[in-house]
């Protein structure tokens, strides 16, 4: 199949091997040369450890990394610590190439690869990344697409100019970067013969297109999706849907009615299902801010996972690279 090189994590000598494995360092928030290609931010173990911790700790200096054996050893599982490689890639060619980051399972990849559809904030942030890399810690290859071609919401944008952004993220060129990310992942996973259906995940923007590509491809490429509080779904897309759809969400979030949630778990049928967290506001599965949606993170969490293990027809004897 020709997999990227993997690019080399940078780590810490001083660092317990347990973790050592595991901690992968993204060039623009450790490394000691700003001209280092990004990679991720610290991975993640499998089992659950604090959605905020994680976040805290991609965010603390170098220094305070290599300085801090006895937090990391507390709160990283030796049992728990998996080995995903990442590999960053332009899909197509001049102007209509995709940039993109393939999250690889290294240990127990089962061969199944997921596209990720990121929300507004774009494939590098680091909420987006931390999920990804944990979806690929189960064993699977997530690819993660610019959907912004390099102009990602940023949070410290005024919020009344978010429509006037909103527009310029073109629908029919962001549907096209998706084909194009989609025809890669074919190419690479479907017609190598390494997966027989690809999986599909996505939150708030990404999510609300997670309808729009299964009613597209009508369970020719695609075995299931996930869509965490998608925003603007088209209500008429999602009768085209011929795969399990799982939609994820809470009841306090303005952006995703729990109500059109439950219009769309009938018309698609082919048994859907609605999960509706209680209290729970927009992104709380991705980005939690608190102790209460860290544990309901990680139960969306092992729900989708539970998910995609039980629609994606994994075939133990398939080959892995």
């Known amino acids: 199949m020709g997999w990227p090189s993997t690019i080399t994590p940078l780590l810490p000598a001083s660092l317990p091997v347990s973790c050592r494995t595991v901690l992968f360092i993204r060039g623009s928030h450790l490394t000691s040369s700003p001209s280092s290609s990004p990679l ?13 911790f994680l ?3 991609v965010q603390k200096k170098a220094h305070r990394v290599f300085n801090s054996q006895t937090e990391v050893e507390d709160d990283l599982s030796e049992d728990a610590c998996e080995l995903v490689s990442g590999v960053e890639l332009a899909i197509g060619d001049g102007d209509d190439a995709v940039q993109a980051y393939l999250f690889k399972a290294v ?5 199944t690869g997921i596209l990720l559809l990121s929300d507004i904030f774009g494939f590098e942030d680091s909420f987006t990344r931390d999920f990804a890399y ?3 810690c189960n064993g699977y290859n997530v690819l993660v697409p610019d959907l912004f071609r390099g102009d990602p919401w940023a949070r410290d944008r005024p919020k009344t100019l978010l429509e006037k952004w909103l527009a310029r993220q073109d629908p029919a060129r962001v549907t096209k970067d998706i084909d194009t990310s989609t025809k890669w992942m074919q190419d690479e996973f479907v017609a190598a013969g390494i997966t027989k259906k690809l999986g599909l995940i996505g939150f708030c923007f990404g999510g609300g297109r997670v309808v729009d590509v299964l009613a597209r491809d009508q369970s020719s ?3 299931t999706g996930v869509s965490f509080y998608g925003t603007r779904m088209d209500h008429s897309a999602a009768a085209n849907v011929k795969v399990p759809t799982l939609f994820v969400s809470g009841d306090n979030d303005p952006l ?11 018309i698609i049928g082919s048994g859907s299902k609605v999960v509706i967290f209680e209290g729970r506001g927009h992104g709380f599965a991705h980005r939690p801010e608190s102790p209460e949606e860290d ?6 969490f092992v729900i989708m996972k539970n998910w995609l293990h039980s629609h994606l027809a994994i075939s133990e004897e398939m080959p892995v690279s």
Do not use: M, Y
Request: include cysteine; charged fraction near 25%; glycine fraction near 4%.
């Open 134 to 136: 944990r979806v690929a």
């Open 221 to 223: 490429l695609f075995g």
């Open 295 to 300: 544990a309901d993170a990680e139960e969306s």
């Open 256 to 266: 995703c009615a729990v109500n059109v949630l439950r219009e769309f778990e009938k």
């Open 40 to 52: 991720f931010p610290a991975s993640r173990t499998c089992n659950f450890v604090s959605w905020r």
């Open 107 to 111: 240990k127990n990849n089962n061969g």
């Open 55 to 57: 976040s805290q700790f």
